[in-house]
């Protein structure tokens, strides 16, 4: 450091512009955001039930209510839903970081956090990893109840688990789409209402409850290769069997294509959002 | 002299659906180791200023400077000088005091003992030691702001910025809140605060500029100010416009400034108060005139103005405040207005 400063500071660390120590400190940072983001889903009813009851209950009405007239050859239903189930709730849930972005803005925390001597990405990361912890712990639950009503893939644990992985790296390049909702947005009511026309076609217009082939002629081509089908289908080759490699192969270039377009675009908006 | 603060005509336009001027041209400077006061009503660019000093908001021409470091291109090390509090800056309604205090704490890169040792020395010299494991929605909003003063204090900054520290609080909260920032003032930090109430800028500042749509219309110590307007505000209710008329051209001799007539009250500044009211009242009487109210009282923001400008503060009309911003003011007004009558009894 070159500069001197008139008077004396406790601020603990140096500042230096180093990159390796600059890094040290945006993980640092972000672990900070990451806690407090965690903490305060346990502590909003309405975070914790849209990430725990909610998918139990679609869990159940799809088996229960609508399972038995919807066709799907070669496997149960239960098995057919389960993979779909796992990407529609971390596909909504993911609506949880726009509003919660949003609510930082309006009530003045993210202010604070900009005359903080901390990592700027910190704001975004920490609460995209936030998210990513959350959407572990919703689909452990909704694996448990996934069991219960008789779900049983037939791949093995590895497969299982890599089925998973691949939902959650969907799950987190689609929180940055919702962090730029929720940076655009003037309030958090705003973010709410503007993700879920966008989410609808394509959790509903895909693969998750109904088989594609059993749709209009006209529909099948969005509803196979969006990215919330071609998830699914990854999810589904790597839990059930079936022909898997082209399937996760595009799933993986569907996150990184949104990766990329996304991770800029939020961070341009967090800088110009004044 | 040696300026903890500097900022040399900043400007900032806001672009959007009104376009708005926040800042046109503001300068000063103030000393180490003092309080500054910005006054100036909603809409003035106090909050603007504050968030171009603080490296959150970016000019867009003139330049800022922190203990000498320019905001812009060493914006982190400023960060790590200064401390914020104020009516945006909020503090996590989500997390307990002591979890607010200590996030704080690890965003401004202490070592790990510090972090929790200090959260637990603010939280005691705040009076918030027993709150201090519950979670912020149960606080009352004194304690809130006690709670977002102590996190800006965090770090220990030596600057320190106060953004409307006591809008919204009842009185004995406010006088609470004013003892606290003296004896941080009272420990060498140099403090710049905004306020709408002359009657806190008076107690606090040692200089104070006044703003008005985004430019310094006035600079000066508090008595400066006061002398210059008058120490005392005569207000005169009559029967009839007639009347206030009359009176108007009676208290004419009495005051500093030219008497106000606003419908049938008649304000006046005069030096001294009670020999002005005794000379007022004696006029009247000679005249046949018999007031229905008849009031001294400290001057006002209002008044202020009315003397520097000719005119009223408009305090909802034309915005110099980002909107969402104003929004959030807003909300916070309503709420205020029920619970400062002190203060906010002049302001329209």
New interface residues.
């Given amino acids: 450091?070159t500069?001197t400063?008139?008077?004396?500071?406790?601020?603990?660390?140096p500042?230096s512009d180093n990159v390796m120590t600059r890094a040290r400190?945006a993980m640092?940072?972000t672990w900070?955001?990451t806690k407090?983001n965690i903490?305060?889903y346990t502590?909003?009813p309405e975070a914790l039930f849209f990430s725990t009851v909610q998918p139990i209950m679609f869990v159940l009405l799809f088996v229960y209510v609508f399972g038995g007239s919807i066709h799907t050859p070669g496997t149960t239903y239960v098995n057919y839903l389960m993979p779909g189930i796992f990407v529609q709730t971390v596909a909504f849930g993911s609506v949880q970081t726009s509003i919660g972005l949003a609510e930082d803005?309006?009530?003045?925390?993210i202010?604070?956090?900009?005359?903080?001597?901390?990592a700027r990405s910190?704001v975004l990361t920490g609460r995209t990893t936030a998210d990513l912890a959350r959407n572990i712990l919703t689909i452990i639950i909704v694996t448990v109840v996934g069991f219960i009503v008789g779900f049983r893939p037939t791949t093995g644990v590895l497969a299982y688990l890599a089925g998973i992985l691949v939902i959650l790296m969907f799950a987190y390049a689609l929180s940055w789409g919702f962090a730029v909702i929720g940076l655009s947005a003037?309030n958090s009511e705003v973010a709410q209402v503007v993700s879920f026309p966008i989410l609808f076609p394509l959790v509903f217009a895909s693969s998750a409850f109904v088989p594609v082939s059993q749709m209009p002629g006209w529909l099948q081509g969005f509803a196979t290769y969006q990215p919330v089908s071609v998830t699914i289908s990854a999810c589904r080759a790597l839990m059930l069997g079936g022909p898997t490699a082209k399937w996760v192969v595009q799933s993986v270039l569907w996150a990184a294509v949104l990766l990329v377009v996304l991770v800029p675009l939020a961070v341009h908006r967090y800088r110009t959002r004044? | 002299m040696?300026y903890?603060i500097e900022a040399d005509t900043l400007k900032k336009t806001?672009t959007g659906k009104h376009e708005v001027r926040a800042l046109d041209g503001v300068s000063f400077g103030v000393a180490?180791g003092t309080v500054f006061g910005l006054l100036g009503p909603n809409g003035s660019g106090k909050t603007t200023a504050v968030?171009v000093l603080?490296?959150?908001?970016r000019a867009d021409s003139g330049t800022a400077r922190v203990?000498?470091?320019d905001v812009e291109r060493?914006a982190?090390?400023v960060?790590?000088?200064?401390g914020?509090a104020g009516?945006?800056?909020?503090?996590?309604?989500?997390?307990t005091g002591r979890?607010n205090l200590e996030?704080?704490g690890?965003?401004?890169?202490?070592?790990r003992s510090?972090v929790t040792g200090r959260a637990k020395d603010l939280l005691e010299q705040f009076d918030l030691a027993d709150a201090g494991d519950r979670?912020l929605k149960t606080y009352s909003g004194g304690m809130r702001r006690r709670l977002d003063l102590a996190?800006a204090l965090v770090?220990?900054?030596?600057v320190l910025f106060l953004d409307e520290p006591t809008t919204g609080l009842d009185p004995q909260s406010r006088n609470d809140l004013w003892e606290v920032i003296e004896s941080l003032v009272g420990g060498?930090t140099t403090v710049l605060l905004t306020t709408q109430y002359l009657e806190e800028a008076d107690r606090l500042a040692d200089t104070l500029v006044v703003l008005d749509h985004g430019r310094v219309i006035a600079e000066g110590t508090p008595e400066a100010l006061k002398a210059d307007l008058g120490a005392t505000v005569l207000e005169v209710g009559l029967e009839s416009l007639e009347e206030a008329r009359r009176s108007a051209v009676l208290f004419d001799a009495l005051g500093t400034h030219t008497p106000v007539v606003n419908g049938t009250v008649v304000e006046v500044t005069v030096d001294n108060g009670p020999e002005s009211a005794m000379l007022g009242l004696r006029s009247l009487d000679q005249e046949g005139i018999i007031p229905s109210a008849f009031t001294l009282r400290e001057p006002s923001l209002d008044d202020v103005f009315l003397a520097l400008t000719g005119r009223r503060t408009e305090n909802e009309t034309p915005s110099t405040e980002?909107?969402?911003a104003q929004?959030?003011r807003r909300g916070r007004r309503r709420r205020a207005g029920q619970a400062m009558p002190i203060a906010t009894g002049e302001l329209q």
Avoid: C
Avoid at chain 1, 105 to 109: A, D, E, M, N, R
Avoid at chain 1, 111 to 118: C, K, T
């Fill in positions: 450091m500069t400063i008139s008077a004396p500071t406790i601020s603990g660390a500042h400190w640092v940072d900070t955001i407090r903490l305060t502590r909003i803005l309006q009530k003045g925390i202010e604070r956090f900009r005359a903080l001597p901390m910190a003037p004044t | 040696q903890s806001f180490e968030r603080t490296t959150i908001l203990l000498g470091h060493r982190n090390l960060r790590s000088l200064i914020l009516q945006y800056a909020a503090v996590d309604e989500n997390l979890e996030m704080v690890r965003l401004n890169h202490l070592g510090q979670i996190a770090a220990r900054p030596t060498g980002d909107e969402t929004k959030r």
